[in-house]
């Protein structure tokens, strides 16, 4: 029978196993990660395999040309770690060249700045895994289900169909025609113009070499060699900065997450130039407030995740961007002592003004994996914008971020775009642990939406005992700025009650009813460890094409 590209958003059931889970957006992804657990494999290893083949199966979303940052638990050794998997500007990067333009390009090679990450990113991760976790599988072996989806091709699934048909209008001008890019369009589009349908298998033979030669040669292979050379060859041949020189000097860097306290549970995420501290403080406001009391679902417990995302968002915006070149006052965030101001600020009669707006976009993965041993990881992925740049450099396949594009030209700002600097990243993978174990390990895709959708789901499942798959499907609320607009408002999906909408209104919270369960609030995803059974329940988004799967 002929396929329909309809949105089909079945009742999701409750996912229970005992001893792995793993949640990511894409069901091959999560059915890769779940047979590295199978085999003897961590949670790292997983979330290695998983994360490559989201980068096959989900460009729209994620690419070997994006970043990435991971949130490693290991309760065995009550060892906690971060790893920044972010790039770099280019040492060209100069505001001078941008500021002829009046801006940092959103699309094109300009907008390709920032050395991409995510791949040193995977291979600190198995490396950490073989040395500190006694992984038994090969660095080659975690590739093998990306390299035959790329080569054999795999179905397109609903989402990237939506997005390729999105992204290819060539009335839509320069932020959506990506098919005005040749690399592109040899890609991801057919030889008559068009773009593969829902369920057509997509090729990516050039991309399979490249994962090819990874496996072979190891990670370093795409910062050293043949494919840094030819992503930067074809920079110098359209006028673009990143160098070989620029990829060879990248590295990922191991840190030390940063804590504050949900409900009596130990909250982490990752440091600057993640913008983990603004989801924290909003977790450590709302633990101020009886939250319970509140009802979930009411007007009360909307306004008050809205005000106080607004409070954490204005420390965020005031101070974020590369520790290495900002002081960013941490430990003040995120005491209590600002904590109980930020709280005592609110006004639960009346909405407060909404800070200036940043630029919605963010297309992102997030995945989440628990092993038998209760190793957990939360990590997140992205080529920024939908398709990032929309540059597939140099017959590599590899599709590059536009992750620079966020970077300021103001020099007053904390973000502003410099030479070898870390942009203001909205990635930040969480976790809560429960006296040194995971007890939830959630995130979600959609930047200005992350710290909000991570509050819903901690929220929903701590403090109103929801199960992960309750909790992502409730309806969501986005505040902040979408396509096209110049200033904020708060989003609420269809499904909210009428009189919530209203309410919410009266206390002049600007209001937008978008679609139930609409694209723009984001594919989140959970995985609860019971404290009673030690049982795990996994989640994923209804509004993705991803499973939790368990074994």
């Known amino acids: 029978m002929p396929l329909s590209d309809s949105e089909t958003l079945s009742r999701?059931?409750?996912?229970?196993?005992?001893?792995?889970?793993?949640?990511?957006?894409?069901?091959?992804?999560?059915?890769s990660g779940l047979a590295v657990l199978r085999k003897g494999?961590?949670?790292?290893?997983?979330?290695?395999?998983?994360?490559?083949?989201?980068?096959?199966?989900?460009?729209?979303?994620?690419?070997?040309?994006?970043?990435?940052?991971?949130?490693?638990?290991?309760?065995?050794?009550?060892?906690?770690?971060?790893?920044?998997?972010?790039?770099?500007?280019?040492?060209?990067?100069?505001?001078?060249?941008?500021?002829?333009?009046?801006?940092?390009?959103?699309?094109?090679?300009?907008?390709?700045?920032?050395?991409?990450?995510?791949?040193?990113?995977?291979?600190?991760?198995?490396?950490?895994?073989?040395?500190?976790?006694?992984?038994?599988?090969?660095?080659?072996?975690?590739?093998?289900?990306?390299?035959?989806?790329?080569e054999e091709g795999a179905p397109v699934s609903s989402s990237?169909?939506?997005?390729?048909?999105?992204?290819?209008?060539?009335?839509?001008?320069?932020?959506?025609?990506?098919?005005?890019?040749?690399?592109?369009?040899?890609?991801?589009?057919?030889?008559?113009?068009?773009?593969?349908?829902?369920?057509?298998?997509?090729?990516?033979?050039e991309l399979a070499g490249v994962l090819r030669l990874l496996a072979r040669e190891g990670w370093r292979a795409f910062y050293e060699g043949e494919i840094a050379a030819r992503i930067a060859a074809d920079m110098r041949a359209n006028g673009g900065l990143l160098t070989e020189r620029d990829f060879a000097a990248h590295r990922a860097d191991w840190q030390t997450p940063l804590r504050s306290r949900y409900r009596g549970l130990e909250a982490l995420n990752c440091p600057p130039n993640s913008q983990g501290m603004a989801s924290l403080e909003l977790l450590a406001i709302l633990d101020q407030y009886d939250v319970r009391s509140l009802g979930e679902g009411t007007a009360d417990y909307y306004h008050l995740i809205i005000e106080a995302t607004k409070l954490a968002f204005a420390d965020r915006d005031r101070y974020l961007g590369d520790p290495d070149f900002t002081e960013i006052p941490l430990r003040e965030l995120l005491s209590p002592r600002h904590a109980a101001a930020q709280a005592a600020r609110i006004d639960m009669r009346r909405a407060a003004p909404a800070a200036i707006p940043l630029d919605p976009n963010g297309d992102t993965i997030w995945l989440g994996v628990v092993d038998a041993r209760g190793t957990a990881v939360s990590m997140i992925q992205s080529v920024y914008h939908d398709f990032g740049s929309g540059i597939v450099a140099g017959n590599t396949g590899v599709l590059l971020q536009n992750r620079g594009c966020f970077f300021s030209l103001d020099p007053a700002?904390?973000?502003?775009?410099?030479?070898?600097?870390?942009?203001?990243?909205?990635?930040?993978?969480?976790?809560?642990?429960?006296?040194?174990?995971?007890?939830?390990?959630?995130?979600?895709?959609?930047?200005?939406?992350?710290?909000?959708?991570?509050?819903?789901?901690?929220?929903?499942?701590?403090?109103?005992?929801?199960?992960?798959?309750?909790?992502?499907?409730?309806?969501?609320?986005?505040?902040?700025?979408?396509?096209g607009e110049a200033v904020n408002n708060v989003r609420l999906e269809a499904r909210m009650d009428a009189s919530v909408v209203?309410?919410?209104?009266?206390?002049?919270?600007?209001?937008?009813?978008?679609?139930?369960?609409?694209?723009?609030?984001?594919?989140?995803?959970?995985?609860?460890?019971?404290?009673?059974?030690?049982?795990?329940?996994?989640?994923?988004?209804?509004?993705?094409?991803?499973?939790?799967?368990?074994?």
């Not at 070997?64 to 638990?73: M, T």
């Not at 990506?178 to 369920?199: E, I, N, W």
């Open 160 to 205: 990237l169909a939506r997005w390729l048909r999105e992204d290819t209008r060539t009335d839509a001008g320069e932020a959506r025609n990506l098919q005005r890019f040749s690399g592109f369009r040899r890609v991801f589009c057919t030889p008559d113009g068009g773009v593969p349908a829902l369920g057509e298998p997509l090729r990516q033979p």
């Open 12 to 31: 999701r059931t409750n996912p229970v196993a005992g001893r792995g889970m793993i949640s990511t957006p894409h069901h091959l992804a999560s059915q």
């Open 502 to 551: 209203a309410e919410l209104r009266r206390r002049g919270h600007d209001v937008a009813v978008v679609a139930a369960f609409d694209d723009v609030m984001g594919h989140a995803g959970a995985i609860w460890r019971s404290p009673e059974t030690s049982l795990l329940w996994g989640a994923a988004d209804p509004r993705g094409d991803g499973i939790a799967a368990g074994w």
């Open 413 to 483: 700002s904390p973000n502003c775009l410099e030479p070898g600097k870390r942009p203001f990243h909205t990635l930040n993978p969480p976790m809560l642990l429960d006296n040194g174990e995971p007890r939830l390990v959630y995130g979600t895709m959609g930047g200005e939406g992350q710290p909000q959708t991570q509050a819903a789901l901690a929220t929903r499942i701590v403090d109103f005992g929801m199960t992960p798959q309750e909790a992502v499907c409730a309806p969501r609320w986005l505040h902040g700025r979408s396509w």
């Open 41 to 150: 494999g961590t949670a790292v290893d997983a979330a290695v395999a998983a994360a490559a083949v989201l980068a096959v199966v989900y460009p729209q979303m994620c690419g070997l040309g994006g970043d990435a940052f991971w949130l490693i638990h290991d309760p065995r050794s009550g060892e906690s770690r971060a790893l920044n998997a972010s790039g770099r500007a280019a040492g060209a990067a100069c505001r001078a060249t941008f500021e002829k333009l009046g801006r940092i390009p959103e699309r094109g090679w300009l907008a390709a700045v920032t050395v991409p990450g995510m791949v040193s990113g995977w291979g600190e991760a198995h490396a950490w895994s073989r040395e500190h976790l006694g992984s038994p599988l090969s660095w080659a072996e975690l590739l093998e289900d990306a390299v035959f989806y790329a």
